[in-house]
């Protein structure tokens, strides 16, 4: 199985690093959404993102924007997709209004509006189609250099804005009121944090998909919560679990000839089962 996996390194190599990387990033901003019991969200924005790439596809058929070929590069989807999810992670930071729905029944909102739209406005478009099935199939086959170097780039800045600010994170996760009433501006950094993660997920989205974006965002932070139980150690188990999941689904998905995507969040599942605490009866 090693042996077979080294053999595929020289041609795959782009693929393995830039999934382990990203695994890592999303599973290290992935601690705040699991802190925050926000777990549906990180589904919601990335379905947004999806929304956002189907917006653009759908545009680019329309009058003159047919005649722009650069709406259906890959950099127009990469900032369409960031686009949505980012405007999704500010719009689900804004504090409630009074009477305005639950934090809980906006994500249901918007992941449901996000996963009916895309297939609306492709309808007959069966190349816009097969990307919104892409998208949500999940697949990490076709990562580039230039997708390695950013991934890897975010997962280095995330880590080292978690060393810097771990203490102010965790407080403004398990307690926002506290950490204004202690004088952080606590609304101007959830909208840092929420602006951080859409900027991942949406990268995320258009280079591995919604299964694996989702699994490693939320997975890993489970495990290490499982763990763990506080939220300091847990930002570094959670990309440590990540990116050795990562690693080990995509020698197995070689082997066995399956998507390795869905390797990794199989096994990311099972090790949530794993380490579930067990409670005893007498």
Known sequence: MIESFLESWALFQTTYLAGT???????LVGVWVVAREQVFLGAAIGQAS????????????????????????RAAA???????SVTTALLTASPRRAGAAGAEARTAWIFLAAASLPVLLLAHSPHG?????????????GAHEGEL???????????????????????????PEMAAAVGIPARRWLRGVALWLGLAIGLSIRSSGL?????CLVLPALVARNLCREVRPMLWVAP????ASALTAFVVANAADVPPAHAAVALLCA??????PRHRTA
């Open 21 to 27: 990387a990203l695994a890592a990033l999303l599973a």
């Open 240 to 243: 440590a679990v990540a990116a």
């Open 271 to 276: 090790l949530v089962a794993l380490t579930a």
């Open 211 to 215: 299964i694996y974006t989702l699994g």
């Open 129 to 141: 189609l097969e990307e919104v099935h892409r998208l949500m199939f999940s697949t990490l086959i």
């Open 149 to 175: 170097a950013v991934f890897a780039a975010l997962a280095a800045a995330s880590m080292l804005g978690a060393a810097c600010w771990s203490d102010r994170l965790r407080l403004l996760a398990m307690d």
């Open 50 to 73: 999806t929304l956002g790439i189907a917006a653009l596809l759908w545009g680019a058929g329309l009058g003159a924007a047919a005649h722009w070929p650069w709406l259906e590069s």
């Open 78 to 84: 990469d900032v369409a997709a960031v686009a949505a």
